[in-house]
């Protein structure tokens, strides 16, 4: 079982170096960390008296794993989570914050659980989790993993503009599909075909 600190170092790898992409609602970003999570924690690293784009620049790999461990793992208590969901979920909380929880409520309530999708892991939703996973251990990190997908999917329905995140210039999966199916079996990746199938109604 790999460490958080091995799980975060990947998604730093994942997430890659500086962008700042005008289609993207997370503005400034660097090795996954957005300029408004700086804000947030109060990262001025130029201490110039202002969080912005520069600070962002200047972030270091290793202090972006910091922060994914301290605020997108340890903070909304994932590790209280069955150990084979920490990768997946933690990803999801990296790139949607709230929506990772969101996601797995909805599953969990789908498989006959009552729970509040309010994003917020509370006792009530990581009991839930630990129940589901004892019920079905080799079928609940798969499941999210397709929840995940279709969370993707849904996105780009609703917003053209997010569509390239969602489908190459070429046409083929783009990296938010890729990056769900990182976490799903290769028996539960969709096939060429079906992918088109499924974004054949996009412009």
Known sequence: MKTVQQIAREIVAREGGFVNDPDDPGGATNFGVTIHTMRSLG????????VSISDVRALTREQAVDIFVRHYF??????????????SVFDMYVN???NAVRILQRMLNEMGHDL????????????????????A??????????????????IA????ASRKY??????????????????ISAKY???????????????
Not at 74 to 87: F, N, S, V
Not at 149 to 154: E, G, L, V
Request: charged share 25%.
């Open 43 to 50: 990262l001025d690293l130029d201490r110039d008296g202002s």
């Open 74 to 87: 340890e903070k909304p208590l994932i590790a209280l989570l069955p150990d084979p969901l920490h990768a």
């Open 96 to 98: 949607a914050g709230g």
């Open 116 to 135: 509040a999708v309010d994003g917020v892991l509370g006792p009530k939703s990581i009991a839930a989790a630990q129940a589901a996973y004892l019920s």
């Open 137 to 154: 251990p080799d079928h609940l990190v798969d499941a999210y993993g397709i929840a995940r997908r279709n969370y993707y999917f849904r």
């Open 157 to 160: 329905d609703r917003r053209a």
């Open 166 to 183: 969602a489908r190459t210039r070429s046409g083929h999966k783009g990296g938010w599909i890729r990056r769900a199916e990182e976490f």
């Open 189 to 203: 990746h969709l096939t060429e075909q079906q992918f088109q199938q499924r974004v054949a109604t996009w412009v």
